[in-house]
């Protein structure tokens, strides 16, 4: 898509330098009012017209003052609104902030997994390094450390995660499904919900997921809780080490928001490998929400914004890329692309095969 930038006059491009400049106050700010519970208990009020502040400080038990300063700063940001009677409503601003499932699971994971990392962001633009991944832990990338962030971090990483692949998953099911694959590979498997899914999905399948240690762990024990502990197996592996290897045998490999977390380089190296343990019928499937196929610019923000948490905190060289760039890594790895599905309103499903 083509951005368009708004055309401002001086006094509304300083007025927005200024918004940016205060972003995270506005940011904590919005935060404290969803946690302390003021954006519900006034949505609830709004059949009377709204409480007032002093209402919202003795309902909620929160001190006067508190609930004053989160409020101007609230209706100034256009999250909140007054009328004559001091009385308080949530604008459409503060309703989506509130209620809208993406802009939550967005906000959480911005505050829970991303916010004191991104300080040092400047640190890893110099360094090409995950310089912020100290605030949540030591490892080399967040991947190591997944199956051990608190649990707060770990809620808010995998709701962001499942939120931008769940809702594509019943119709990319029914797409592999129609090539009657008997043995799949679902490569960074997770927490193993596309696994278990392909299992209730067909009777017949067996699914291998390639994964980390500490992520394949988590993964079978949930397969097995799930009933499939014959047909889920697991196959340990770090991409990043020196020769990692992938068995052979699969009809089809799957990989979904699963790229973009790696480098250029990495990515073709990563389907290098699996191009040399594919049979000449088998088929790779890459499922991506690529930045230049996004029909709203809210979409496109939202994973040009996800590019900087993998700068800072997953793994300090990796991004949500164009299409454009992910023809060319698929070409440079041996394979050729065979179709080119739109799934959803996101998302694309990049199907190949080797050369």
Same mark, same amino acid.
């Not at 709204?50 to 003052?65: M, R």
């Not at 989506?96 to 699971?105: G, I």
């Not at 045998?249 to 190296?269: H, N, R």
């Given at each position: 898509m083509q951005t368009t930038t708004k055309k401002?006059?001086?006094?509304?491009?300083?007025?927005? #330098?200024?918004?940016?400049?205060?972003?995270?106050?506005v940011f904590q700010a919005s935060v404290s009012l969803r946690k302390l519970g003021i954006l519900d208990y006034i949505f609830d009020q709004r059949i009377?017209?709204?409480?007032? #502040?002093?209402?919202? *400080?003795?309902?909620?038990?929160?001190?006067? $003052? @508190?609930? @004053?300063?989160?409020l101007e700063i609230a209706q100034t940001s256009n999250i909140v609104s007054k009328n004559d009677a001091e009385q308080y409503e949530l604008t459409k601003v503060g309703y989506?902030? +509130?209620?809208?499932?993406? #802009?939550?699971?967005n906000l +959480?994971?911005?505050? =829970?997994?991303?916010?004191?990392?991104?300080?040092?962001? &400047?640190?890893? /633009?110099?360094?090409?390094?995950?310089?912020g991944l100290k605030e949540?832990?030591?490892?080399?990338? /967040?991947?190591? @450390?997944?199956?051990?962030?608190?649990p707060a971090e770990q809620k808010s990483w995998f709701d962001f995660d499942h939120h931008y692949s769940d809702d594509i998953f019943?119709?990319?099911?029914?797409?592999?499904?129609?090539?009657? %694959?008997?043995?799949?590979? =679902?490569?960074?498997? &997770?927490?193993?919900?596309? *696994?278990?899914?392909?299992?209730n999905f067909n009777e017949e399948v067996h699914v291998k997921i390639v994964d980390l240690p500490g992520q394949l762990n988590m993964a079978l024990a949930n397969a097995e809780s799930n009933g499939f502990k014959d047909r889920i197996s697991g196959h340990p592996i770090d991409w990043l080490s020196e020769n990692p290897q992938i068995p052979s @045998?699969? =009809?089809?490999?799957?990989?979904?928001?699963?790229? =973009?977390?790696?480098?250029?380089?990495? /990515?073709?190296?990563?389907l290098g490998i699996c191009a040399n343990s594919m049979d000449d019928d088998a088929e790779l499937v890459i499922v991506e929400?690529?930045?230049?196929?996004?029909?709203?610019?809210?979409?496109?923000?939202?994973?040009?914004?996800?590019?900087?948490?993998?700068?800072?905190?997953? &793994?300090?060289? *990796?991004?949500? $890329? %164009?299409?454009?760039?992910?023809?060319?890594?698929?070409d440079k790895a041996g394979l050729k692309l065979k179709e080119d599905i739109q799934l959803g309103e996101y998302h694309t499903m990049l199907i190949c095969e080797k050369k």
């Open positions: 401002m006059n001086a006094i509304e491009a300083l007025e927005e #330098a200024h918004r940016i400049a205060f972003a995270p106050f009377t017209g709204g409480p007032t #502040a002093e209402e919202i *400080s003795q309902k909620l038990s929160l001190s006067p $003052y @508190g609930v @004053g300063v989160l989506f902030l +509130n209620y809208n499932e993406t #802009a939550s699971v +959480n994971f911005a505050h =829970d997994v991303c916010y004191k990392g991104l300080f040092h962001l &400047n640190e890893s /633009i110099k360094t090409g390094k995950p310089e949540l832990g030591q490892w080399p990338t /967040i991947y190591e @450390g997944l199956s051990k962030l608190k019943a119709e990319a099911l029914e797409k592999i499904f129609e090539r009657k %694959p008997k043995t799949l590979f =679902d490569i960074g498997g &997770n927490t193993g919900k596309f *696994s278990i899914k392909c299992c @045998g699969a =009809d089809l490999i799957w990989m979904c928001q699963f790229l =973009d977390c790696f480098s250029e380089e990495e /990515i073709v190296k990563v929400t690529f930045t230049d196929r996004q029909a709203f610019r809210a979409s496109q923000f939202i994973l040009e914004a996800t590019s900087l948490y993998f700068t800072v905190l997953a &793994n300090g060289n *990796s991004k949500m $890329y %164009p299409a454009s760039v992910f023809m060319k890594l698929i």
